[in-house]
Nanobody
Framework: QVQLVESGGGLVQAGGSLRLSCAAS??????QGWFRRPPGKDREFVAA???????RYADSVKGRFTISRDNAKNTVSLQMNSLKPEDTAVYYC???????????????????WGQGTQVTVSS
């Protein structure tokens, strides 16, 4: 049975850092990503990483967030630095078996999701 289990998140002041982790079980995924749902908004793309090591980021987080994966442990992490109040959201780990670059930022192209973890950044 495939499962994605997230950990991390919490409350942090603006300018601070947090690290999210996601442990996958049941299979290995070609693409793993992070999405977030800010209060009152739709789910949006944050970052993605491919099994070969490529990464992709939303413009809003470039230079501040770093996605990484450990293929041996089947985990993916999101290091979030210089956090801003607008980063406040529920963050979701996602995974899929395909590798298409162009569709990596669309949540409908991911078949597996974690339960979500709250990140709150206070000003």
């Amino acid at each position: 049975q495939v499962q994605l289990v997230e950990s991390g998140g919490g409350l942090v002041q603006a300018g601070g850092s947090l690290r999210l982790s996601c442990a996958a079980s049941g299979r290995t995924f070609s693409t793993q990503g992070w999405f977030r749902r800010p209060p009152g908004k739709d789910r949006e793309f944050v970052a993605a990483t491919w099994i070969g090591g490529s990464t992709r980021y939303a413009d809003s987080v470039k230079g501040r967030f770093t996605i990484s994966r450990d293929n041996a442990k089947n985990t993916v992490s999101l290091q979030m630095n210089s956090l801003k109040p607008e980063d406040t959201a529920v963050y979701y780990c996602a995974a899929r078996g395909t590798t298409a670059w162009g569709t990596a930022s669309s949540p409908e192209n991911y078949g597996y999701w974690g339960q979500g973890t709250q990140v709150t950044v206070s000003s």
